[in-house]
């Protein structure tokens, strides 16, 4: 019947790709504009690369643009040129629509052969050796209704903080670590050019095996706020896959 047959082929498509990306050589956590810059750069070098999204959709903070107005600012657009997003000019900023943006950004890192789990959740991290090995995720939903399921592991060589302003893995690793972020995981007052510029400086490995990118490193080292401007978000995202190429 072909009611079946949909069933069966999409159960196990999934199931197949599941299994093949148990094991890689970075996983990444946000599917965000740093989470999916960084699997796209990662992929292209032939990095296996995997990203794990909470949300149903892709794109992070990109849909939105300001308040609902979907438009999206940089400061240059290299990376936009790249990727195939139409700019304008204003200025002094290149402005992109945000749907356009986040639907290139999602298909560039999928065809460059990163692969992206959505509606899957991060509840703890994979920690042997006092090196993060991983991450330990059950069903986006199972975690909403806060049924008590087990979950289960996705295990890399590298794992990427890519949750965005609550640095989320960052978090977990402070709950037994309070020694290696004193302060309060929490980003500044806003200030694009201070943050721009610092989000790209600060990516990078806060732990053996953990790295951090896009605004989840505004929250770790309380770097302002930038509010829609997603340049600092790329050049985060790529700065972060070329740390790690060179570590692979």
């Known amino acids: ?5 949909i069933s069966r082929v999409i ?3 999934y199931c197949k790709r599941l299994m093949e990306h148990l094991e890689n050589d970075v996983v990444i956590v946000g599917a965000g504009p740093a989470g999916l810059a960084a699997g796209y750069y990662l992929a292209k070098a032939g990095t296996k690369a995997t990203i794990i999204e909470k949300k149903l959709s892709v794109g992070g903070g990109i849909w939105g643009g300001a308040a609902g107005y979907n438009i ?3 400061e ?16 002094n900023l290149y402005i992109a629509d945000a ?25 703890d991290i994979i920690l042997k050796d006092e090196t993060v090995q991983g991450i330990v995720v059950n069903n986006a939903a199972v975690r909403t209704i806060g049924l008590h399921v087990d979950p289960f ?22 709950r037994s670590k309070l020694e290696l972020f004193p302060q309060q995981l929490q980003e500044y007052f806003m200030n694009v050019e201070t943050s721009e510029a610092g989000v790209v400086e600060k990516t990078g490995e806060v732990f053996p095996g953990l790295f951090v ?16 401007i997603f340049g600092g978000m790329l050049k985060s ?6 740390l790690i190429n060179g570590k692979i």
């Open 213 to 228: 990118c896009g605004m989840a490193v505004c929250d770790v080292y309380n770097l302002p706020r930038m509010g829609p």
């Open 153 to 174: 592991c996705i295990c890399a060589k590298f794992t990427v903080d890519a949750t965005g302003h609550p640095a989320e893995l960052v978090g977990m690793l402070k």
């Open 72 to 74: 999206v600012t940089f």
């Open 11 to 13: 159960i196990e498509q």
């Open 76 to 91: 240059d657009k290299d990376i936009l040129d790249e990727i195939g997003v139409t700019t304008e000019k204003q200025e």
């Open 237 to 242: 995202g790529k700065k972060v896959a070329e």
């Open 99 to 123: 749907i356009e943006f986040a639907a290139a950004l999602a298909y560039k890192a999928k065809q460059a052969g990163a692969e992206i789990f959505n509606l899957t959740e991060v509840e």
């Open 1 to 5: 019947m072909i009611e079946t047959s």
